[in-house]
């Protein structure tokens, strides 16, 4: 099995980054898996910050459930995948089934954070943007999709996401293998074309 990791900061454009390799590539053999997925039920009561959940620190996610998944599909398996609501920071009850594939992207904010899961990579991607671009990206998509004030998503920005990026995130970045800007098309097209290959030559069984 092929699996690529995309990592990068809240608004850097993983989503859409991942949709346009999958769509360049256009195959059934290919699936995608978000780390958002894994998002705790309930976030860490140590991790709070002025009385706010903080869904920027690692320890905010399932380790053990996303690396469990992830040594399944590489395995061949199916996984039930948790379905994670933005809208009140919590898991539903229904569950994505995601498996078999040949090659697997997954693509999340700390994707290159865990060695453990970073050695199941055959390629590893950053996506670095500059702050103010995420900022401004994020903070429509919250406004628009996750039904959140504008007051709140600026405390949230500078209470977590700003500092937990800065400590934890973007030092993520030395793992990666290739490092993309804001001009993601060319990004997309050479990992693309990279998929194709492997899927091409059946060399997607580790």
Not at 27 to 42: E, G, H, M, N, T
Not at 131 to 159: A, T
């Amino acid at each position: 099995m092929y699996i690529v990791g995309i990592a990068g900061g809240s608004g850097s454009g993983k989503t859409t980054f991942t949709e346009k390799i999958t769509k360049l590539v256009g195959s059934p053999r290919v699936a995608v898996l978000s780390q958002d997925s894994y998002y705790l039920p309930s976030p860490p009561a140590s991790l709070r910050i002025h009385g706010e959940s903080n869904f920027d620190h690692p320890e905010a996610f399932d380790w053990p459930l996303l690396k469990d998944h992830l040594a399944r599909i590489k395995a061949g398996n199916k996984v039930p995948v948790p379905t994670y609501d933005y809208k009140i920071s919590s898991r539903k009850a229904e569950v994505e089934w995601i498996g078999p594939c040949d090659v697997l992207l997954v693509e999340g904010i700390f994707t290159l954070w865990n060695e453990e899961i970073r050695s199941m990579f055959d390629l590893k991607v950053y996506l670095h943007v500059e702050s103010d671009i995420r900022f401004i990206r994020r903070l429509h998509r919250d406004v628009r999709e996750r039904g959140r004030s504008l007051d709140q998503i600026i405390r949230q920005y500078y209470d977590t996401v700003r500092p937990m990026y800065q400590m934890y995130l973007e030092p993520t970045r030395k793992y990666a293998d290739i490092i993309v800007g804001e001009e993601t098309d060319m990004a997309a097209d050479v990992i693309a074309s990279q998929i194709i290959r492997v899927l091409n030559t059946g060399k997607t069984r580790s």
